[in-house]
């Protein structure tokens, strides 16, 4: 079993930035992706990025060159660095672990970019 715990989310103005945590506990493969998903009201979840055990990195389209997502392998430990963030970025925002074939969340961290 995976736990996740999330932290950094918060109220910030547009154009600000916020660093999000996730720290996993339980057991993890060598294999696993950790990334963040996010959930405006109304709207459908969707992935923002997610980083492999070999530091790859995928980011959706609408926030590369804006974002970064970092890993520290030995704590299991993922942080999203989020710059010039956009009042439509206003989400709750979600740790994934996937290995294998199972999907670990977290509880989700609110993130609110006020214009």
């Known amino acids: 079993q995976v736990q996740l715990v999330e932290s950094g989310g918060g109220l910030v103005q547009a154009g600000g930035s916020l660093r999000l945590s996730c720290a996993a506990s339980?057991?993890?493969?060598?294999?696993?992706?950790m990334g963040w998903y996010r959930q405006a009201p109304g709207k459908q979840r969707e992935l923002v990025a997610e980083i492999n055990l070999h530091y790859s990195a995928f980011y959706a389209d609408s926030v590369k060159g804006r974002f970064t997502i970092s890993r520290d392998n030995a704590k299991n430990t993922v942080w999203l660095q989020m710059n010039s963030l956009k009042p439509e970025e206003t989400a709750s925002y979600c740790c994934?672990?996937?290995?294998?074939?199972?999907?670990?969340w977290g509880q989700g961290t609110l993130v609110t970019v006020s214009s």
């Open positions: 994934n672990l996937r290995q294998l074939s199972s999907n670990y």
């Open positions: 339980g057991t993890i493969f060598s294999t696993s992706v």
